[in-house]
């Protein structure tokens, strides 16, 4: 079973920093391409940043010098360290990675809306 915890969220004004942590157990960690996404209210979930299997970064124009994406290989955990956080940073982040379950078999391939997907968690930045 696949699993992707996210944490590290919260309230926090303009200019300040978080740092947000996506725990997996079960997943391809290590061996494929991880991403943070987010939803603000009213609006279709966007990639933020993605980081390849030899830690190579991907970023949203929107944040890069701003974020970083990062991973641990011996913990099966990938970092969104968010500094200079603006009121437009404000939504529900989740990441997402590989395998995902369709019902008789786990989905491998690069599309992330077939691959898991953590709970999700409120990040909201106060101007």
């Known amino acids: 079973q696949v699993q992707l915890v996210e944490s590290g969220g919260g309230l926090v004004q303009a200019g300040e920093s978080l740092r947000l942590s996506c725990a997996t157990s079960?997943?391809?960690?290590?061996?494929?391409?991880m991403s943070w996404h987010r939803q603000a209210p009213g609006s279709q979930r966007e990639l933020v940043a993605s980081?390849?299997?030899?830690?190579?970064?991907n970023y949203a124009d929107s944040v890069k010098g701003r974020f970083t994406i990062s991973k641990d290989d011996t913990k099966n955990t990938m970092y969104l360290q968010m500094n200079s956080l603006k009121s437009e940073d404000t939504g529900v982040y989740y990441c997402?990675?590989?395998?995902?379950?369709?019902?008789?078999?786990?989905?491998?391939?690069?599309?992330?809306?077939?691959?898991?997907w953590g709970q999700g968690i409120q990040v909201t930045v106060s101007s």
């Open positions: 997402n990675g590989p395998p995902g379950y369709r019902g008789s078999y786990y989905y491998t391939g690069p599309n992330v809306s077939f691959r898991s």
């Open positions: 079960g997943s391809m960690f290590g061996a494929d391409d």
């Open positions: 980081i390849t299997s030899n830690g190579g970064t």
